[in-house]
């Protein structure tokens, strides 16, 4: 089952902050973070495997509840360059092959 | 991180030919690959997993006569789209992950092929 995402798109000015989640009805093994640009490949921001963890590197974070169910992506300070569609992945396997279900994906734009 | 290589980038063909996609992991054996779709604005679905020298599995609603797959070495896994038709038209794009590459769980994407049926 797709996770759902929300917001689907949001608005930002340069510097100011964001959230985006992802939501599922079933405990997930793992969960992925990508950002996409247009007409690009998807390129990987982080994953998370444990109930509680967060992780984060520069300005952008992430975290994942305790139930495995919901995880958000938090966008501090955002850049131009943070523009694009973000997706979470949620994992079917375990071990090296990480079979995705992607999310319905977040559309960010920030602006000047 | 590992680099996995998509040609071609983007492919205009006539309704009723067929259109080979090849994607290459080039520092790394992938012993699987999986292929994507994702039409604009929509998220990427899921079409098949291939494994170096096995059928690939296929999922619901993803025909494998139209779709073929064949990953004959750990190098390289083919996508091609038989008898092509307009609405075959899409952004296709291929992951990997295998021995030899940082086991952190992550997915390696190619550049992706965006395929245009006329």
């Known amino acids: 089952q797709q996770p759902v995402q929300s917001p689907q798109a949001v608005i930002l000015r340069e510097g100011e902050d964001a959230v985006i989640n992802c939501s599922s009805s079933?405990?997930?093994?793992?969960v992925h973070w990508y950002r996409q640009k247009h007409g690009e490949a998807p390129v990987f921001l982080m994953i998370?495997?444990?109930?509680?963890e967060q992780k984060g590197h520069d300005k952008i974070s992430a975290s994942f509840n305790e139930k495995k169910q919901q995880s958000s992506l938090y966008l501090t300070a955002s850049q131009l360059s943070y523009s694009g569609t973000y997706f979470c992945?949620?994992?079917?396997?375990?071990?090296?092959?990480?079979?995705?279900?992607f999310g319905t994906g977040t559309r960010l734009q920030v602006t000047l | 991180g590992a680099v996995v290589s998509q040609h071609p980038s983007w492919v205009i063909c006539k309704s009723g030919t067929s259109v080979k996609i090849e994607c290459r992991s080039l520092?790394?054996?992938?012993?699987?690959m999986f292929w994507y779709r994702q039409f604009p604005k929509q998220s990427l679905m899921l079409m098949a997993t291939?494994?170096?020298?096995?059928?690939?599995?296929?999922e619901q609603g993803v025909e494998k006569d139209k779709f073929l797959i064949n990953h004959a070495s750990l190098t390289l896994s083919t996508l091609t789209v038989t008898s092509a038709h307009p609405e075959d038209s899409s952004f296709y794009i291929c992951?990997?992950?295998?021995?030899?590459?940082?086991?952190?769980?992550?997915?390696?994407f190619g550049e992706g092929s965006r395929l245009t049926v006329l």
């Open positions: 992951s990997a992950s295998g021995v030899g590459g940082p086991n952190t769980g992550e997915l390696f």
């Open positions: 520092d790394f054996q992938a012993t699987t």
């Open positions: 291939s494994n170096e020298g096995s059928k690939a599995t296929y």
């Open positions: 079933k405990a997930l093994y793992s």
């Open positions: 998370l495997l444990k109930g509680g």
């Open positions: 992945g949620t994992a079917k396997n375990t071990g090296t092959a990480s079979k995705l279900t």
